[in-house]
C-alpha cells in the first residue's frame, strides 16, 4: 500500500501531526484502473486556474514548496487565441503570443490523424537565461514549445499560457524553433566560463529539456535538438545537461562524445514506473520503460555520463512498497550513475489536465487528490519528507553518487578544496 503520510479530514493547509493512515488504498494493477464517475466523488475544480506567486520564467522550473507553499491565485490570463492553420485574432497579441499566432505551419511527412499540429516560431534567441537562485543552472535550451508525450502530470503545460494558448493544448500544438543552430551561436556570446554561483570557478550550466522534451516525435524531423548539440560540440569547456524520455537520444551519441570529450555533460533519462500499462496510462506517447533503460545502457557503454530521473514520484500510482526500488535496481542494471525523485507538483494549468484524469482512471484517489492539490501545488510537507528520506535511503543502496551539478555546488561550497580546474577542462568524467 502507499505510505501516505496525512489526515483524511484534515484540511489541506493543516499543519497538526498527521496520522499514518491508508489514504491511497488501492492501487492500480497491470490489468488497468477502471472508470467510475458518481455523486460520491469530490468535484474537480473547473474554470479559471491560477497562478504560485511569483510564477516561474517560460523556461524556468517552478519554486520549491520552501519557498512558494501558499495556495494559488486566480488568474484568468490564457485563451485560446489562434496558434491554428488559418484562425483568425479576435484581439491584439503581445510578445510570444503574437509571435505563436503569426507562426506558419511547420511541414510534415506524418500522416496520422492523432499527430499534432507543427508551427515554426520564430524565435529570437534559444539560449535562456534562468535567473533564479531555486535551479542549478544560469541557461536553459527548450528546442521546441509543447511536447507530443502527452504527459498527464506535466508542469511545463504552463509555458502554452505565455503564448495565450490552455495548457491542454501543449501536446496537440507544437513548436519548432526555427534557425536554432545560428542563434545558439550568436547566443554563446552571453555565456561565461566563470558563473557567478561558484565565485567564478566554474562555467555557467546549461540545461537542455527544462520545459519541453528535446526528443519528442518531432525531433526526427526538425532535428532541432542536434542543430543545438552541433553548436554546443564546436565549443569547450561548457557545462551541459539533458533530460529526456525518450529512447531517441542514442541517436546523438556521435556528438554526444564530442561534447564530454571538450566540456562537462550529463545526461538524464526519466522513467516513472516500470509498469508499462501504468507508463502508458501517465505518459501516453512517450516510449516504454524498457526503451528507455535501454538507451541508459547504450549511453554508458558508450562512456557517457548518464543517471536516470524518477520525477514525479505521484502518490498512490508509483509509490507502492518496494516500486521506487525496484525501479532504482533497474535503473543501476541498466548502468545509472545516479538516481533522484520527486513528489508530484502541479502547476495550475497541470492540475486542470491531471484531476480530471485522477477522477475517471483512479476514481478512488479522487478524494485525496482534491483535498491535497485543488487549491495547492504541492502534496502535504510530512508525505514529502518521508519520500526524500526513502529516496536518500536508495540511492545508499544502491551507490548512486550525487548529480554532477549537486556534486559541483557541494565543491564549490568547499574553497579550501584544490579542485585542480582549468577552463577547457571537463570537470566529471563517466566513473569506469
Known amino acids: 500500500m502507499s505510505p501516505v503520510l496525512s489526515n483524511p479530514t484534515a ?125 542549478p543552472f544560469e541557461w536553459t535550451i527548450n528546442p521546441y514549445r509543447g511536447c507530443e508525450f502527452a504527459c498527464k502530470y506535466c508542469y511545463a503545460r504552463y509555458t502554452h499560457e505565455y503564448m495565450e494558448l490552455d495548457g491542454g493544448e501543449f501536446e496537440k500544438k507544437i513548436f519548432v524553433k526555427k534557425d536554432a543552430g545560428a542563434l545558439l551561436a550568436q547566443d554563446m556570446r552571453k555565456y561565461s566560463y566563470e558563473s557567478r554561483s561558484s565565485g567564478g570557478m566554474y562555467p555557467e550550466h546549461i540545461a537542455i529539456g527544462t520545459a519541453t522534451d528535446p526528443y519528442q516525435p518531432a525531433e526526427r524531423e526538425h532535428r532541432v535538438t542536434r542543430a543545438c548539440l552541433e553548436e554546443l560540440a564546436k565549443r569547450e569547456g561548457l557545462s551541459i545537461s539533458l533530460i529526456t524520455k525518450s529512447n531517441q537520444i542514442v541517436r546523438d551519441i556521435d556528438l554526444f562524445k564530442k561534447i564530454a570529450s571538450r566540456s562537462e555533460l550529463s545526461l538524464n533519462i526519466t522513467v516513472t514506473t516500470l509498469r508499462p500499462r501504468l507508463a502508458r496510462l501517465l505518459e501516453p506517447r512517450a516510449p516504454r520503460p524498457d526503451l528507455r533503460l535501454g538507451a541508459v545502457k547504450q549511453l554508458r557503454e558508450a562512456g557517457l555520463a ?127
Not at 464517475?37 to 519554486?63: F, K, Q
Not at 499527430?115 to 529570437?124: A, C, H, K, S, T
Not at 492539490?373 to 518521508?386: D, I, M, S
Open 11 to 135: 484540511g489541506m493547509f493543516d499543519r497538526r501531526p498527521a496520522q499514518q493512515t491508508a489514504l491511497f488504498p488501492i492501487h492500480s494493477t497491470d490489468n488497468g484502473p477502471k472508470a467510475r464517475t458518481g455523486s460520491d466523488l469530490a468535484p474537480i475544480v473547473t474554470g479559471p486556474g491560477g497562478s504560485i506567486s511569483g510564477s516561474p520564467m517560460p523556461d524556468c522550473p517552478p519554486a520549491p514548496p520552501e519557498e512558494h507553499g501558499a495556495q494559488r491565485h486566480a488568474e484568468g490570463r490564457t485563451r485560446d487565441a489562434a496558434a491554428r492553420c488559418g484562425a483568425q485574432q479576435s484581439a491584439p497579441l503581445v510578445g510570444i503570443a503574437r509571435l505563436a499566432a503569426n507562426s506558419p505551419c511547420a511541414q510534415t511527412e506524418r500522416t496520422s490523424p492523432e499527430r499534432p499540429e507543427y508551427f515554426l516560431l520564430p524565435v529570437r534567441s534559444i539560449l535562456n537565461r534562468c535567473d533564479s537562485k531555486r535551479v
Open 306 to 432: 548518464v543517471g536516470v530521473s524518477a520525477c514525479p514520484l505521484i502518490p498512490g500510482m508509483t509509490d507502492r512498497d518496494g516500486e521506487l526500488e525496484a525501479l532504482a535496481a533497474a535503473a543501476k542494471n541498466a548502468g545509472a550513475q545516479w538516481f533522484f525523485s520527486n513528489v508530484l507538483f502541479l502547476m495550475p494549468s497541470s492540475a486542470r489536465q491531471f484531476l480530471p484524469f485522477v477522477r475517471e482512471k483512479f476514481p478512488k484517489l479522487a478524494k485525496q487528490y482534491e483535498a491535497w492539490y485543488a487549491k495547492n501545488g504541492y502534496a502535504p510537507e510530512e508525505y514529502r519528507k518521508k519520500m526524500s528520506q526513502r529516496v536518500a535511503k536508495i540511492r545508499q543502496e544502491y551507490a548512486f553518487v550525487a548529480r554532477p551539478w549537486e556534486e559541483r555546488t557541494l565543491r564549490a561550497k568547499r574553497p579550501q578544496l584544490s579542485l585542480g580546474w582549468v577552463p577547457g577542462e571537463a570537470l566529471f568524467r563517466a566513473a569506469g
